[in-house]
């Protein structure tokens, strides 16, 4: 079946590089995506979003950046931080359709001294 | 956190006994839902409530009822667990557009560990 998926299960970053985290859908009728972060034991907490009139987003230190033509999706956090360790899920919904989000299975983003 | 409660947080049961966890919103959004998460899985919908007494299903609805009698609570039930139900599950609301929220911004409760032996 359709899902979203995510290219790396876990990613190492020095502190203070970028960290760029990857997902890729499969569902051409998405058009509204969203990144989510969770930290241990806490609930995922939304982080932004884009919709597929655009290819970038920004935010208060990310970036997504969306490609329709390859169907992939992409966060990008500048400057990473301790404070970013966590999981990343990328998700997608239509966008005014029902109300059901599918989620991927998650990066883990770890940060390195 | 949105006003969003989840009990009990952690609960320990036996195969065959009926559950039952509650969520707990305080600012009477419409939307809520359930998901389990389970290592390898990410976040799955197990029933999604659009209103009072208004519910549907998710992608992992067997085993699991739903139960909105009033805007604020929603209710999740295992009527038999089974070891296969060993889960975190996680209640959402969304607010919906507006208020300097993104249309499908959702917020999630804290989680309920739930262990069946």
């Known amino acids: 079946g359709e899902s979203v998926g995510l290219h790396l299960p876990t990613l190492s970053v020095q502190e203070g590089d970028n960290s760029i985290i990857n997902c890729a859908y499969s569902n051409s009728a998405s058009d509204y995506f969203i990144w989510y972060k969770q930290e241990s034991g806490k609930g995922p907490q939304f982080i932004i979003d884009?919709?597929?009139?655009?290819d970038k987003r920004q935010g208060q230190r990310v970036t997504v950046l969306l490609n329709k033509t390859v169907k992939h999706l992409s966060l990008q956090i500048a400057a990473t931080q301790p404070g970013d360790s966590a999981v990343y899920f990328c998700a997608e919904n239509m966008y005014g359709g029902d109300d059901k989000i599918i989620f991927g299975k998650g990066t883990r983003l770890h940060i390195l001294p | 956190d949105a006003g969003i409660t989840q009990s009990p947080r952690h609960k320990v049961t036996e195969t065959g006994t009926p559950v039952t966890l509650r969520c707990h919103q305080t600012e009477n959004h419409r939307y809520m839902y359930w998901y389990r998460q389970d290592p390898g899985h990410g976040l799955r919908l197990i029933h999604y409530s659009y209103g009072v007494k208004d519910t549907d299903k998710g992608e992992v609805s067997d085993g699991y009822s739903v139960s909105r009698s009033k805007t604020e609570d929603f209710l999740l039930t295992l009527e038999s667990a089974t070891s296969s139900q060993t889960s975190v599950y996680f209640c959402a609301i969304r607010p919906g557009q507006g208020a300097g929220v993104e249309y499908n911004e959702q917020f999630f409760g804290p989680g309920t560990r739930l262990t069946v032996l």
């Open positions: 884009i919709r597929s009139n655009m």
